[in-house]
Protein backbone atom coordinates (compact mmCIF):
# COMPACT_ATOMS: atom_id res chain seq x y z
CA UNK A 1 0.00 0.00 0.00
CA UNK A 2 1.21 3.83 -0.66
CA UNK A 3 0.28 6.45 1.27
CA UNK A 4 0.04 9.83 -0.41
CA UNK A 5 0.19 12.98 1.66
CA UNK A 6 -0.15 15.59 -1.09
CA UNK A 7 -3.34 16.61 -3.46
CA UNK A 8 -0.47 16.65 -6.29
CA UNK A 9 0.71 13.19 -5.60
CA UNK A 10 -2.91 12.17 -5.53
CA UNK A 11 -3.55 13.77 -8.67
CA UNK A 12 -0.76 11.79 -10.16
CA UNK A 13 -1.69 8.57 -9.07
CA UNK A 14 -5.87 8.99 -10.19
CA UNK A 15 -3.89 10.60 -13.74
CA UNK A 16 -2.27 7.04 -13.85
CA UNK A 17 -5.13 5.10 -13.34
CA UNK A 18 -7.39 6.97 -15.94
CA UNK A 19 -4.88 6.38 -18.55
CA UNK A 20 -4.41 2.55 -17.58
CA UNK A 21 -8.06 2.47 -18.36
CA UNK A 22 -8.48 1.01 -14.75
CA UNK A 23 -11.77 1.31 -12.54
CA UNK A 24 -10.80 3.95 -9.36
CA UNK A 25 -12.73 2.97 -6.51
CA UNK A 26 -12.81 5.34 -3.46
CA UNK A 27 -13.71 5.16 0.21
CA UNK A 28 -13.28 8.56 2.29
CA UNK A 29 -13.58 8.32 5.90
CA UNK A 30 -12.12 10.37 8.58
CA UNK A 31 -10.35 7.23 10.23
CA UNK A 32 -10.71 5.18 14.23
CA UNK A 33 -11.72 2.42 11.34
CA UNK A 34 -14.36 -0.24 12.29
CA UNK A 35 -15.88 -3.07 10.92
CA UNK A 36 -18.73 -0.80 8.68
CA UNK A 37 -15.60 0.86 6.82
CA UNK A 38 -13.96 -2.10 6.12
CA UNK A 39 -17.27 -3.46 4.46
CA UNK A 40 -17.20 -0.22 2.42
CA UNK A 41 -13.53 -1.17 0.99
CA UNK A 42 -14.93 -4.98 0.50
CA UNK A 43 -17.25 -3.76 -1.64
CA UNK A 44 -15.04 -1.50 -3.27
CA UNK A 45 -12.51 -4.00 -4.17
CA UNK A 46 -15.09 -6.38 -5.79
CA UNK A 47 -15.65 -3.91 -8.06
CA UNK A 48 -12.64 -1.73 -9.09
CA UNK A 49 -9.22 -1.81 -9.11
CA UNK A 50 -7.26 0.71 -7.35
CA UNK A 51 -8.41 1.59 -4.57
CA UNK A 52 -8.26 4.34 -2.62
CA UNK A 53 -9.36 4.74 1.03
CA UNK A 54 -8.69 8.59 2.44
CA UNK A 55 -8.00 9.39 6.15
CA UNK A 56 -9.02 13.21 6.95
CA UNK A 57 -11.06 14.12 9.77
CA UNK A 58 -12.79 17.24 8.45
CA UNK A 59 -13.21 20.35 10.92
CA UNK A 60 -15.30 22.44 8.47
CA UNK A 61 -17.91 19.94 9.14
CA UNK A 62 -17.73 19.67 13.39
CA UNK A 63 -19.74 22.68 15.14
CA UNK A 64 -18.11 24.85 17.82
CA UNK A 65 -19.43 22.60 20.38
CA UNK A 66 -18.92 19.05 19.08
CA UNK A 67 -16.21 17.13 19.26
CA UNK A 68 -13.07 17.47 16.98
CA UNK A 69 -10.78 17.75 19.49
CA UNK A 70 -11.65 14.65 20.89
CA UNK A 71 -12.80 12.59 17.72
CA UNK A 72 -10.70 9.63 17.75
CA UNK A 73 -7.50 9.52 16.15
CA UNK A 74 -5.84 5.59 15.24
CA UNK A 75 -3.68 6.51 12.09
CA UNK A 76 -0.73 4.23 12.83
CA UNK A 77 -3.87 1.11 13.55
CA UNK A 78 -5.85 2.27 10.57
CA UNK A 79 -2.92 2.02 8.05
CA UNK A 80 -1.89 -1.61 9.33
CA UNK A 81 -5.86 -2.71 9.00
CA UNK A 82 -5.84 -1.12 5.54
CA UNK A 83 -2.41 -2.77 4.81
CA UNK A 84 -3.75 -6.33 5.53
CA UNK A 85 -6.77 -5.47 3.62
CA UNK A 86 -4.58 -4.63 0.60
CA UNK A 87 -5.93 -1.30 -0.18
CA UNK A 88 -3.76 -0.01 -3.02
CA UNK A 89 -3.71 3.82 -1.76
CA UNK A 90 -4.35 5.39 1.33
CA UNK A 91 -5.04 9.70 1.14
CA UNK A 92 -3.90 10.93 4.28
CA UNK A 93 -3.37 14.79 3.80
CA UNK A 94 -2.76 17.21 6.23
CA UNK A 95 -5.44 20.09 6.78
CA UNK A 96 -3.20 22.70 4.68
CA UNK A 97 -3.82 20.45 1.89
CA UNK A 98 -7.53 20.47 1.87
CA UNK A 99 -7.41 24.07 3.26
CA UNK A 100 -4.67 26.04 2.27
CA UNK A 101 -4.23 29.34 3.53
CA UNK A 102 -7.02 32.07 1.90
CA UNK A 103 -9.29 29.16 0.86
CA UNK A 104 -12.81 30.85 0.87
CA UNK A 105 -15.40 28.45 -0.99
CA UNK A 106 -18.22 25.84 0.11
CA UNK A 107 -20.63 23.94 -1.26
CA UNK A 108 -24.50 23.33 0.11
CA UNK A 109 -27.07 21.62 -1.09
CA UNK A 110 -30.05 23.37 -0.70
CA UNK A 111 -33.62 22.01 0.34
CA UNK A 112 -32.01 18.78 1.97
CA UNK A 113 -29.39 20.04 4.28
CA UNK A 114 -31.47 21.82 6.05
CA UNK A 115 -33.26 18.87 7.59
CA UNK A 116 -33.06 16.49 10.15
CA UNK A 117 -28.82 16.32 11.18
CA UNK A 118 -28.65 19.74 9.36
CA UNK A 119 -31.17 21.52 11.87
CA UNK A 120 -29.44 20.12 14.96
CA UNK A 121 -25.76 20.40 13.32
CA UNK A 122 -26.05 23.85 11.96
CA UNK A 123 -23.41 24.21 9.10
CA UNK A 124 -22.59 20.30 9.20
CA UNK A 125 -23.55 18.97 5.89
CA UNK A 126 -22.12 22.49 4.06
CA UNK A 127 -18.29 21.32 5.28
CA UNK A 128 -19.46 17.22 4.16
CA UNK A 129 -20.03 18.74 0.40
CA UNK A 130 -17.76 20.35 0.66
CA UNK A 131 -14.50 18.36 1.96
CA UNK A 132 -16.42 15.19 -0.35
CA UNK A 133 -16.22 17.60 -3.40
CA UNK A 134 -12.84 18.32 -3.42
CA UNK A 135 -11.85 14.66 -2.35
CA UNK A 136 -13.74 13.65 -5.47
CA UNK A 137 -12.34 16.15 -7.70
CA UNK A 138 -8.77 15.23 -6.24
CA UNK A 139 -9.17 11.17 -6.65
CA UNK A 140 -11.38 11.63 -9.91
CA UNK A 141 -13.02 7.76 -8.88
CA UNK A 142 -15.43 6.24 -11.18
CA UNK A 143 -17.27 5.19 -7.99
CA UNK A 144 -17.53 6.64 -4.39
CA UNK A 145 -18.36 4.29 -1.23
CA UNK A 146 -20.76 5.34 1.35
CA UNK A 147 -22.51 3.59 4.20
CA UNK A 148 -26.39 3.89 4.79
CA UNK A 149 -26.06 4.71 8.42
CA UNK A 150 -25.62 8.32 7.13
CA UNK A 151 -28.59 7.95 4.76
CA UNK A 152 -29.24 11.81 4.50
CA UNK A 153 -25.18 12.69 4.18
CA UNK A 154 -25.97 9.76 1.10
CA UNK A 155 -28.92 11.40 -0.14
CA UNK A 156 -27.22 15.00 -0.46
CA UNK A 157 -23.43 13.50 -1.80
CA UNK A 158 -25.66 11.53 -4.97
CA UNK A 159 -27.99 15.17 -5.48
CA UNK A 160 -24.45 17.17 -5.48
CA UNK A 161 -22.78 14.95 -7.88
CA UNK A 162 -25.96 15.07 -10.18
CA UNK A 163 -26.75 18.65 -9.60
CA UNK A 164 -22.49 19.55 -11.11
CA UNK A 165 -22.56 16.64 -13.33
CA UNK A 166 -19.99 14.71 -11.87
CA UNK A 167 -18.06 12.34 -13.13
CA UNK A 168 -18.53 9.59 -10.13
CA UNK A 169 -20.97 7.25 -9.28
CA UNK A 170 -22.30 6.95 -5.45
CA UNK A 171 -22.73 3.54 -4.19
CA UNK A 172 -24.30 3.10 -0.63
CA UNK A 173 -23.66 -0.07 1.31
CA UNK A 174 -25.81 -1.54 3.84
CA UNK A 175 -25.73 -0.76 7.96
CA UNK A 176 -23.10 -2.76 9.69
CA UNK A 177 -24.30 -3.95 13.29
CA UNK A 178 -22.97 -5.33 16.35
CA UNK A 179 -24.79 -8.54 17.40
CA UNK A 180 -27.40 -6.60 19.55
CA UNK A 181 -27.75 -4.29 16.51
CA UNK A 182 -25.86 -1.42 17.75
CA UNK A 183 -25.07 0.17 14.32
CA UNK A 184 -21.02 0.36 13.94
CA UNK A 185 -19.90 4.10 14.40
CA UNK A 186 -16.73 5.50 15.56
CA UNK A 187 -18.24 7.60 17.75
CA UNK A 188 -19.43 4.17 20.12
CA UNK A 189 -16.10 4.37 21.60
CA UNK A 190 -17.17 6.94 23.79
CA UNK A 191 -19.87 4.81 25.90
CA UNK A 192 -19.22 3.93 29.18
CA UNK A 193 -20.58 -0.24 30.03
CA UNK A 194 -24.08 1.32 31.10
CA UNK A 195 -24.70 3.77 27.92
CA UNK A 196 -23.23 1.02 25.50
CA UNK A 197 -26.20 -1.05 27.11
CA UNK A 198 -28.86 1.74 26.94
CA UNK A 199 -27.73 2.66 22.85
CA UNK A 200 -29.04 -0.36 21.44
CA UNK A 201 -32.59 1.55 22.29
CA UNK A 202 -32.51 3.20 18.93
CA UNK A 203 -31.56 0.05 16.88
CA UNK A 204 -34.82 -1.86 19.46
CA UNK A 205 -37.19 1.46 18.57
CA UNK A 206 -36.61 0.84 14.57
CA UNK A 207 -37.48 -2.68 15.21
CA UNK A 208 -40.96 -1.90 16.97
CA UNK A 209 -41.70 -0.09 14.07
CA UNK A 210 -41.27 -3.17 11.87
CA UNK A 211 -42.62 -5.01 13.76
CA UNK A 212 -45.87 -2.48 13.73
CA UNK A 213 -45.39 -2.27 9.71
CA UNK A 214 -45.18 -6.45 9.77
CA UNK A 215 -48.81 -6.20 11.69
CA UNK A 216 -50.23 -3.99 9.04
CA UNK A 217 -49.77 -0.07 10.35
CA UNK A 218 -49.15 2.42 7.41
CA UNK A 219 -49.71 5.65 10.08
CA UNK A 220 -46.29 7.43 10.38
CA UNK A 221 -47.75 9.15 13.52
CA UNK A 222 -48.43 5.85 15.02
CA UNK A 223 -46.04 4.14 13.95
CA UNK A 224 -43.29 6.94 15.53
CA UNK A 225 -45.47 6.81 18.19
CA UNK A 226 -44.44 2.85 18.72
CA UNK A 227 -40.63 3.77 18.67
CA UNK A 228 -40.90 6.53 21.10
CA UNK A 229 -42.06 4.39 23.57
CA UNK A 230 -38.66 2.11 23.52
CA UNK A 231 -37.03 5.33 23.59
CA UNK A 232 -38.69 6.60 26.58
CA UNK A 233 -38.22 3.22 28.74
CA UNK A 234 -33.84 4.30 28.45
CA UNK A 235 -33.75 7.43 30.87
CA UNK A 236 -29.52 7.75 29.44
CA UNK A 237 -31.10 8.29 25.93
CA UNK A 238 -32.47 11.86 24.82
CA UNK A 239 -33.84 11.81 21.47
CA UNK A 240 -33.24 14.73 19.35
CA UNK A 241 -35.47 13.98 16.45
CA UNK A 242 -37.40 10.54 15.30
CA UNK A 243 -39.02 11.08 12.02
CA UNK A 244 -40.35 8.81 8.89
CA UNK A 245 -39.37 10.71 5.85
CA UNK A 246 -39.94 10.40 1.94
CA UNK A 247 -36.59 8.43 0.83
CA UNK A 248 -35.98 11.27 -2.14
CA UNK A 249 -37.16 14.44 -1.02
CA UNK A 250 -36.77 13.71 2.94
CA UNK A 251 -39.80 15.65 3.39
CA UNK A 252 -42.28 13.94 6.72
CA UNK A 253 -44.65 11.14 5.15
CA UNK A 254 -47.96 10.81 6.78
CA UNK A 255 -48.78 7.25 5.69
CA UNK A 256 -45.89 5.29 4.50
CA UNK A 257 -45.54 5.24 0.71
CA UNK A 258 -42.70 4.23 -1.72
CA UNK A 259 -39.42 4.14 0.08
CA UNK A 260 -38.87 5.97 3.21
CA UNK A 261 -36.48 5.82 5.82
CA UNK A 262 -37.21 5.86 9.49
CA UNK A 263 -34.44 8.33 10.90
CA UNK A 264 -33.57 8.77 15.02
CA UNK A 265 -30.87 10.69 16.25
CA UNK A 266 -30.34 10.50 19.99
CA UNK A 267 -28.11 11.26 22.95
CA UNK A 268 -26.56 8.47 24.63
CA UNK A 269 -24.95 10.19 27.66
CA UNK A 270 -22.78 12.43 26.45
CA UNK A 271 -22.84 10.82 22.97
CA UNK A 272 -24.61 11.84 20.10
CA UNK A 273 -25.59 9.03 17.56
CA UNK A 274 -27.50 8.48 14.69
CA UNK A 275 -29.17 5.22 13.15
CA UNK A 276 -32.09 4.51 10.82
CA UNK A 277 -34.37 1.86 8.93
CA UNK A 278 -35.25 1.75 4.99
CA UNK A 279 -38.51 0.69 4.36
CA UNK A 280 -39.57 -0.18 0.73
CA UNK A 281 -43.00 -1.13 -1.18
CA UNK A 282 -43.38 -4.24 -2.80
CA UNK A 283 -46.21 -4.72 -4.21
CA UNK A 284 -48.86 -4.13 -1.67
CA UNK A 285 -46.24 -5.01 1.19
CA UNK A 286 -43.51 -2.88 3.00
CA UNK A 287 -39.89 -4.03 3.44
CA UNK A 288 -38.18 -3.11 6.46
CA UNK A 289 -33.84 -3.57 6.27
CA UNK A 290 -32.44 -2.57 9.00
Not at 59 to 76: A, L, V, W
Not at 87 to 113: C, H, K, M, W
Not at 198 to 215: F, G, M, N, P, Q
Not at 268 to 283: F, H, K, P, W, Y
Request: with cysteine; hydrophobic share 40%; net charge neutral.
Amino acid sequence: METVHTVSWMKQVAAEARKKERLLGFVPTMGALHEGHLSLIHAAQKECSPVVVSIFVNPTQFGPNEDFQKYPRTFETDRAALEDLRVDYLFAPPQEEIYPPGFRTSVNVEGLSERLEGRSRLGHFRGVTTVVLKLLEIVQPRLAFFGRKDAQQARIIRQMTSDLNLDTGIVVCPIVREADGLALSSRNRYLNEGDRRAATALYRSLRAVRDEIVKGERNAARLLAAQRRVIDLEASVALDYAEIVDADSFEPVVSLRNACYVLIAARVGGTRLIDNALIEQSGETFVVTL
